[in-house]
């Protein structure tokens, strides 16, 4: 009788530890799901990046434009060179067309037209964990 009695409290001691290590797993995957869905949410689009790049161009803003960039391009010239090289008040009108999309990665070519001089870049943007300028081509008309 005794032993009954022990077989049955161990019987609900196990029970309720496996339901206690449930609600703590799901509680876990939730709170691992959520944390994930925040963090990428949070992360420029593709869009973004290029108006970003196309606002420090053309205006000098460069403060964001280091968020953009992949950290294998040298950042510190292309950033020195815009803040050296932008002429503020220049009327510049821009035009974007994308060569190549698909989940991860892109081409986009940026024309800025100033008066009497076009500038045309071809961005490289790659997608980790957020879109990102990995690769600048720059040419002259």
Do not use: C
Not at 107 to 112: G, I, P, Q, T, Y
């Amino acid at each position: 009788m005794v032993i009954n009695l022990i077989n049955k409290i161990n019987t609900k001691i196990m029970k309720t530890l496996k339901s206690m290590l449930a609600g703590i797993a799901l509680l876990l995957a939730f709170v691992t799901v959520n944390a994930s869905a925040k963090s990428h949410t949070s992360q420029p689009t593709q869009t973004d990046v290029v108006n970003i790049y196309i606002s420090a161009v053309s205006n000098g803003k460069v403060t964001d434009l280091n968020k953009v960039l992949d950290n294998e391009m040298d950042k510190n010239e292309l950033l020195d060179y815009l803040k050296n090289n932008t002429v503020a008040g220049v009327t510049v009108n821009t035009t974007t067309t994308v060569l190549s999309n698909d989940d991860g990665s892109a081409k986009v070519k940026v024309e800025f037209k100033y008066d009497g001089y076009t500038r045309i870049d071809i961005l490289t943007l790659d997608k980790t964990l957020g879109w990102k300028i990995t690769n600048v081509d720059s040419s002259n008309k």
